[in-house]
C-alpha cells in the first residue's frame, strides 16, 4: 500500500461546528505532516508529528488540533473555525526526509 | 516566505510540444523536489534531485539543477493532455534526525499552471 488516505474529501462545516479531518498510511513511514493550502497559492507547513510525537507546531491557531493515535493515523480537529480557515488541507508522510513525500488526495474544507 | 519562485506562472501548449518550468531558491538546499496538482487535489511527487546532482530523468521529465544560481528546472517532453495540472518545485529542510527516521519541511514555490491543448 503506497497510498495515503484522507477522509472526508469535502467538508462544509459553520463557525460553532467541531469537526476532524482524518489521514491513514500503511507505508511504515514514521512521520506525518499536515499542510494548509489556501486557493491558488502553494502548500504551507502547519504540523509535523515523528514517532507519534508532535515534533513542529508552525504556530497554527489553537482552533486545530492535531492527534496522532498511533504510526498510522493523523487526525485534524477542528472547533470554531473561521471563514478564512477554508482551504484545502494536505496530509503526508514520509519515512527519510532526502527521499520525498507521499500526500493524500486532501479534504476541501468550507467554513460558512 | 516562500523559498522559490516559478516562472512561467501559467503555461499553455498543444499536445506534443515541450513544456518547461523554471525555479528560483533563496537559500542552499540539500534536494529540491517537483511535484504534480492535479485541479487542486493533492500532490504527487515527480522527481528529486540532490544538491550534489546536476540533472536526472524519469521517463519523459528532465530535471536540472544550478546550485550556483540557486535554480532547477523541470522539462516535460511530448506532452500529453493528461500533463495538465499545476506544478511545484519544492526544498526540502532537514528538521530532525531521530531514531533513524529525519523528518523535513517542504517550503513550495507559487507554482506553474500547464495547459496542454489537444
Known amino acids: 500500500d503506497t497510498e495515503v488516505t484522507q477522509t472526508p474529501k469535502h467538508l462544509v462545516m459553520g463557525m460553532t461546528n467541531k469537526k476532524s479531518l482524518k489521514c491513514e498510511q500503511h507505508m511504515g513511514h514514521r512521520a506525518m505532516y499536515w499542510y494548509k493550502q489556501k486557493a491558488k497559492k502553494p502548500p504551507e507547513l502547519m504540523f509535523v508529528?515523528?514517532?507519534?510525537?508532535?515534533?513542529i507546531n508552525e504556530s497554527v491557531p489553537s482552533r486545530f488540533s492535531p492527534e496522532c493515535p498511533n504510526s498510522s493515523l493523523l487526525n485534524l480537529h477542528l472547533h470554531a473555525l473561521q471563514p478564512e480557515d477554508s482551504a484545502l488541507y494536505l496530509c503526508?508522510?514520509?519515512?527519510?526526509?532526502?527521499?520525498?513525500?507521499?500526500f493524500g488526495s486532501g479534504t476541501r474544507l468550507t467554513v460558512v | 516566505s516562500q523559498q522559490g519562485e516559478e516562472d512561467p506562472q501559467a503555461l499553455s501548449i498543444q499536445e506534443g510540444e515541450n513544456a518547461t518550468m523554471n525555479c528560483s531558491y533563496k537559500t542552499s538546499i540539500n534536494n529540491l523536489q517537483w511535484y504534480r496538482q492535479n485541479s487542486g487535489r493533492g500532490l504527487v511527487h515527480l522527481i528529486l534531485?540532490?544538491?550534489?546532482?546536476r540533472e536526472k530523468h524519469s521517463g519523459r521529465l528532465r530535471v536540472t539543477l544550478d546550485t550556483s544560481k540557486k535554480s532547477s528546472s523541470l522539462l516535460i517532453t511530448a506532452s500529453r493532455a493528461a500533463d495538465t495540472a499545476s506544478y511545484f518545485c519544492?526544498?526540502?529542510?532537514?528538521?530532525?534526525?531521530?531514531?533513524?527516521?529525519?523528518?523535513?519541511?517542504?517550503?513550495f514555490g507559487q507554482g506553474t499552471i500547464l495547459t496542454v491543448h489537444p
Open positions: 503526508a508522510s514520509s519515512q527519510v526526509w532526502d527521499y520525498g513525500y507521499t
Open positions: 519544492a526544498t526540502d529542510s532537514a528538521l530532525a534526525n531521530a531514531g533513524g527516521t529525519s523528518y523535513g519541511k517542504l517550503t
Open positions: 508529528y515523528s514517532y507519534e510525537k508532535l515534533s
Open positions: 534531485i540532490r544538491s550534489n546532482e
